[in-house]
């Protein structure tokens, strides 16, 4: 079976922004547009088509991110001509912050966005964090500035917001035809044309001259999109201080390689509620962003060597896919999304996962239309899929040949930094509530179980409220489990202040064989590594631990050293000060020693962990706590107010912007003084205020708080 869409005319992206920005909305445009639905699902009445959980539905938000494939013939192609018809392969993804892993595993495996800002607010607390995981990615971007008919709407203030939070490298490609109630549509700058979007639902797109009082702000803004261009084409750049005219087909193909290499972000606009502006944007997909052939080639390491390699984008390649999401189907089970980076696979066949070292039979293979499927019987290299019948996959599993394998690298989330108590209402959800969590903490990454050692009870961790809230409603909806639960609390970590040493020994002795494990072990607090710096081979590290080997002459022998790390990270799982996690430590082992009888992996493990513990107390330890970045909109009147409500909190407040007629504080507050702020908070500003929090940092607790949580612990 042959592939039957070329490589070259396949877009793989996702659609990014705040929450309520409008991306949803978007997402519906584009099916509608594209001939997969025949109505527009509208957020506010529930009947989306990738808002499809219940609990989208009711709270009017995306949740978990939602594929899509469909088909586009660009608006400036006869549509009889469908050999232009480019596939897009689409995730709309979760815009609030406690979903932000749906984020970061999508851009992961796309090779394009869209970022969708509020054309009110701008760039909001959640457009940045998205942006800095593109960037991590350095995955191309288009921008839409979307809601130009709301009332307060302003392109100027939104493109200027992206200017100064995002990136200098945006560029506008498009100005709007009147604003609020009287939005008409767009001027492109490149074609000089005023676009306008008619029919019942704006699918008839329609090309005019430019009103004749925006001309001279057109020429303008042509001018300064022009000079970013041929920055990036020295022939170009020639032409243009001649004063010679430069072509349009020029033009896009200088803006396609610089927008490919993340040098210039496009800015578009217009109005998804009101049909105006989405088709255009479309087009854009397919002029600026790449197809999977023309992204760089995917890395990973050979699990036999060790070594770097790489796949291209490639049928003829050796099959790789990495595993970005698991779901489970109330009809099928559990889908692992994936995408193909190399080779091909089909249905029934068997393949390797190169991260377990476990081979599988692929049951069945559907590609996505969100709640939806299609069987296929085989996907090729650059597209997105669902697997059936994977039992051992998991979220960032590498999926590969066997004979040629490959581990591509990890996708890396945040940790949790809030938790909840957990118990079942009776004996009958008692069992079936551990397998109902595992299967959402498997489902997602940042959601994790633990089991308090002291209390023997149930502890739920995630990113947020809203998260934890979603998923004890959905262990009651979809695994029928019961449960009740009590405050959430933060999740303090703990970590070191200096350096310091300590021996650990673990010696019994019970008749025949005794125990014996002696180690010396120095700790640091962690320090970054220095740009491209190698990790030297006796060096193991992660982002919160690295453990040194630095015994010479087999002191202790070598198949203990592994036993001795364990033990240290053991002894981290509870530390000195309140019994919190320890992070952030440069663990190296010193000196030791061994019996030729006696010595044993467990011995070693009890005496790192021992050594750990000891040297945690002498190395001045100290408590951290997360910090959030908080931002509050507010009528002027109330600011004095709110500022001051949040200097009460700790706060560090970091700037005041203007919005319309409300202003923005924007602020650093750490988490335990946010519980419960939105009733202080309305109470406070008669209902007209609201904010929005995400994760920052984790910084030291001041000593007086320290003490405080300290006593609270006893």
């Not at 445009?29 to 001939?35: A, K, P, Q, V």
């Not at 979903?99 to 595993?105: G, I, L």
């Not at 015994?551 to 981290?572: D, Q, T, W």
Request: hydrophobic share 35%; with cysteine; charged share 30%.
């Amino acid at each position: 079976m042959n592939r039957d869409y070329p490589l070259e005319k396949v877009r793989n992206f996702g659609i990014i922004a705040h929450i309520d920005a409008g991306k949803t909305t978007v997402s519906e445009r584009i099916l509608f547009y594209t001939g997969m639905t025949h109505k527009i699902g509208e957020v506010h009445e529930g009947d989306t088509v990738t808002d499809w959980m219940e609990q989208e539905r009711e709270r009017g938000i995306t949740i978990t991110a939602a594929a899509i494939t469909c088909f586009w013939n660009p608006t400036y192609m006869p549509k009889e001509d469908t050999s232009k018809k480019v596939r897009f392969n689409i995730i709309d993804t979760p815009g609030h912050i406690d979903f932000t892993a749906e984020v970061k595993r999508s851009l992961r495996v796309l090779d394009g966005a869209i970022v969708v800002f509020d054309g009110v607010a701008g760039v909001e607390p959640q457009s940045e964090t998205n942006w800095r995981y593109a960037e991590e990615g350095k995955v191309p971007r288009l921008c839409f500035v979307n809601k130009m008919d709301r009332m307060g709407a302003s392109f100027e203030f939104s493109y200027k917001s992206i200017l100064e939070r995002l990136s200098k490298s945006a560029v506008r490609m498009q100005i709007p035809i009147g604003l609020e109630e009287n939005h008409q549509g767009v001027v492109d700058l490149l074609k000089m044309k005023a676009y306008y979007f008619e029919g019942q639902m704006g699918e008839k797109v329609l090309e005019k001259e430019i009103p004749a009082e925006l001309v001279a702000e057109a020429k303008k803004y042509r001018a300064e999109l022009i000079e970013k261009i041929v920055e990036h084409d020295d022939a170009l750049m020639h032409q243009f201080f001649e004063g010679k005219e430069i072509s349009l087909a020029d033009l896009k193909k200088t803006l396609r390689r610089a927008v490919i290499a993340a040098k210039i972000f496009p800015v578009f606009t217009g109005s998804a509620l009101k049909n105006k502006g989405v088709q255009l944007v479309l087009d854009a997909v397919v002029d600026y962003l790449p197809s999977p052939i023309e992204v760089p080639p995917v890395r990973g390491l050979d699990p036999r060597t060790g070594e770097t390699i790489s796949r291209q984008s490639s049928d003829e390649e050796p099959f790789s896919a990495l595993v970005f999401k698991l779901q489970t189907d109330p009809f099928v089970g559990q889908l692992n999304f994936f995408r193909v980076y190399s080779g091909s696979v089909e249905t029934g066949s068997y393949i390797y996962n190169s991260t377990n070292g476990k081979k599988e039979r692929l049951g069945r293979i559907v590609r996505l239309q969100a709640d939806k499927r299609e069987e296929v019987e085989k996907v090729f290299a650059g597209e997105i899929a669902a697997a059936v019948g994977l039992k051992e996959a998991k979220t960032s599993s590498t999926l590969c040949d066997e004979d040629q394998p490959i581990i591509l690298d990890p996708i890396k989330f945040a940790d949790p930094v809030i938790s909840m108590r957990i118990e079942p209402k009776t004996k009958a959800d008692q069992e079936k509530m551990g397998t109902a969590l595992k299967r959402l903490s498997d489902e997602d990454p940042t959601f994790k179980i633990k089991s308090d050692p002291e209390t023997g009870e149930t502890v739920i961790w995630g990113m947020g409220e809203l998260q934890l809230e979603i998923m004890v409603d959905r262990m009651k909806r979809e695994f029928g489990v019961v449960a009740s639960t009590g405050k959430p609390q933060v999740a303090y970590k703990e970590t070191i202040t200096t350096e310091a040493e300590a021996e650990g020994k673990y010696i019994r002795q019970t008749g025949g064989h005794g125990q014996y494990g002696h180690v010396r072990i120095t700790i640091r607090p962690l320090k970054p590594i220095a740009g491209g710096k190698k990790i030297p081979k006796n060096v193991k590290r992660d982002d919160e631990f690295e453990f040194i080997n630095s015994i010479k002459g087999g002191v202790i022998p070598l198949e203990f050293i592994p036993a001795v790390e364990k033990g240290v990270r053991e002894g981290m799982d509870r530390g000195v000060v309140a019994g919190f996690r320890l992070v952030n430590i440069s663990c190296e082992l010193t000196f030791g020693s061994y019996h030729d009888v006696d010595s044993s992996e467990i011995a070693y493990k009890i005496a790192a962990s021992q050594a750990l513990q000891d040297a945690a107390r002498r190395a001045k330890p100290v408590l951290l706590e997360p910090i959030m970045k908080v931002e509050v909109v507010t009528p002027e009147k109330f600011m004095g107010d709110v500022t001051g409500h949040l200097g009460s909190k700790r706060a560090q407040i970091e700037g005041l912007d203007e919005r319309g007629m409300s202003k923005v504080i924007r602020a650093k507050v750490p988490l335990s003084e946010m519980f419960g702020y939105i009733t202080t908070l309305r109470s406070m500003t008669e209902g007209r205020a609201s904010y929005t929090m995400e994760f920052d940092k984790y910084e030291i607790v001041p000593g007086n708080v320290a003490q405080e949580i300290i006593e609270s612990r006893k």
